[in-house]
C-alpha cells in the first residue's frame, strides 16, 4: 500500500509564484523570485514588532498579541488583538470582538464582528474590483485642465 | 413588499428621490435615493436599495448598493449583500461576510469629535416666529 504525502498549494506572498509543497513544510524556496518563503501558520500571542510578516500560511493575532508589521498572508484572524500596519490576504480577514487593525486591509472576503478601532483604506469584497475598475473610469473620463490654461499663480496675485 | 415596523418610515423599491431628507426616528429604504440624508435616528438601506448619498445618522445598516460618505454616531453595519463605495466613520463598525467595500474607514471611538460637520439635523431645528 503506498502512502501519499499530503500536498498542499502555496503562492509566493512577494511574485505570486505558485508551487505544491508538502503540508509539514515549514519554508522553501520561491520558483520565480528564489527567496525564502514562510510557509508555516504564524501566531502571534504577545508584541512583535518587524519590517514585514510575508506567510504562505495564516496569521493569527491572539487577544494580547500586538503586531507591528506589513502583513501578507493567505488568510489573517485577529482574536482581540491589534495589527499596526498594511494587511494584505489572498483568503478572508476576520476581525473578532476587540480587534484594533491600524493600517489599510485589502482581502477578498472581510469580516468583523464588531470593532471600534479600524483606522484605513479597506478594499474588500466579491465586487471589490469592480468598484475599483468604476473609480478608474471616472477619473480617465475627467481629465485634468490643460496646463495651459491654467493662470499663472503670480499673475493672478 | 418588505414589511415596515409600525413606527418605521419605508421608501418602497418603485420610489426615486433627489434632494436633501431628514427625519426623527428610522427609515428603511428600498428604492433610488440621490442627495443627502441627515437625522440622528436609525437608517436602513435594503437589499434592493441604490443610494449615492452623504449621509450623516445615529445608526446606519446597508443591504444594498451605496456610493457615498458615511457619518454615523453609535453604529455602521454591513450586510453580507451590501456594496459600498465611500468613506466610513463611526464609533463602532460591523462587515458580514461577502460585503463588498472600498473606502477609507475611520472608526475610534472618539471618530466623531474630529468631525465638526456632523450637524443637527434640519427637522430637529426649532422654528423661528
Redesign the interface.
Known amino acids: 500500500m503506498s502512502k501519499e504525502a499530503a500536498r498542499r498549494l502555496i503562492f509566493c506572498p512577494r511574485c505570486d509564484a505558485r508551487q505544491e509543497v508538502s503540508k509539514v513544510t515549514k519554508s522553501t524556496s520561491c520558483p520565480g523570485c528564489h527567496r525564502n518563503i514562510l510557509t508555516s501558520d504564524v501566531e502571534i500571542n504577545e508584541y512583535c514588532a518587524k519590517i514585514e510578516m510575508w506567510t504562505a500560511g495564516a496569521v493569527t493575532v491572539g487577544k494580547k498579541g500586538t503586531l507591528i508589521a506589513e502583513v501578507r498572508a493567505e488568510s489573517v484572524v485577529v482574536k482581540g488583538g491589534e495589527i499596526k500596519g498594511p494587511v494584505t490576504s489572498r483568503g478572508?480577514v476576520?476581525l473578532e470582538k476587540g480587534s484594533k487593525v491600524f493600517g489599510n486591509i485589502t482581502a477578498p472576503?472581510?469580516?468583523?464582528?464588531?470593532?471600534?478601532?479600524?483606522?484605513?483604506?479597506?478594499?474588500?469584497?466579491?465586487?471589490?474590483a469592480?468598484?475599483?475598475a468604476?473609480?478608474e473610469a471616472a477619473v480617465v473620463a475627467k481629465p485634468p485642465p490643460a496646463p495651459g490654461k491654467t493662470p499663472h499663480p503670480a499673475k493672478v496675485a | 413588499m418588505v414589511d415596515a415596523p409600525r413606527n418605521e418610515t419605508l421608501i418602497g423599491s418603485d420610489v426615486s428621490i433627489k434632494g436633501e431628507m431628514a427625519f426623527d426616528g428610522s427609515m428603511r429604504i428600498e428604492g433610488k435615493i440621490e442627495g443627502k440624508i441627515v437625522s440622528k435616528g436609525k437608517i436602513a438601506f435594503g437589499q434592493g436599495a441604490q443610494v449615492v448619498a452623504e449621509v450623516q445618522v445615529g445608526e446606519a445598516k446597508i443591504e444594498g448598493t451605496f456610493k457615498g460618505n458615511i457619518v454615523a454616531a453609535t453604529r455602521i453595519e454591513l450586510a453580507s449583500t451590501a456594496?459600498v463605495?465611500g468613506d466610513v466613520r463611526s464609533?463602532?463598525?460591523?462587515?458580514?461576510?461577502?460585503?463588498?467595500?472600498?473606502?477609507?474607514?475611520?472608526?475610534?471611538?472618539d471618530a466623531l469629535k474630529a468631525t465638526s460637520e456632523f450637524v443637527t439635523p434640519v427637522a430637529a431645528t426649532p422654528i423661528k416666529k
Open positions: 478572508p476576520t472576503s472581510l469580516s468583523i464582528v464588531e470593532s471600534q478601532h479600524i483606522v484605513g483604506m479597506i478594499v474588500a469584497g466579491p465586487r471589490a469592480e468598484l475599483i468604476e473609480i | 456594496h463605495l464609533t463602532k463598525l460591523v462587515i458580514m461576510e461577502g460585503a463588498t467595500f472600498v473606502g477609507n474607514c475611520h472608526v475610534t471611538p
